[in-house]
């Protein structure tokens, strides 16, 4: 299950993946690294211990401000969690557009 991932997504790519990777039944999180939820999307506070307890194969996505802490902490998530995907997200959360959505598929076929 487990394939290349780059080292970042953008909030464009984290919206597809998630979705693309869910229907899959892969889980992918965003994790806030920084105490600062974002808005109007689903965040989890960056705790070790119930991270350690995801399934397998789950796709964490961290953030913080910038996005360049939690990159250039990623080989350190990656050693704390071997079984997980780690990557972090581009831009951070000041480069999240709260009301950005990904264009509705056409099922009309």
Partial sequence: MK???PNEWTQTEYLQNKKDLQKQGQKVLLIDTILKPISH????TY???LLKDEPEGSVFVFYCDSGKATLD???EYKKKFPKH???S???GR????KYFQLPQEDTSN
């Fill in 41 to 44: 999307t689903d965040t989890i």
């Fill in 85 to 87: 995907i780690c990557l």
């Fill in 73 to 75: 902490r990623l080989n």
């Fill in 94 to 97: 000041g480069n999240w557009r």
């Fill in 89 to 91: 997200l581009k831009g």
């Fill in 3 to 5: 394939k290349d991932f």
């Fill in 47 to 49: 705790n070790p211990v």
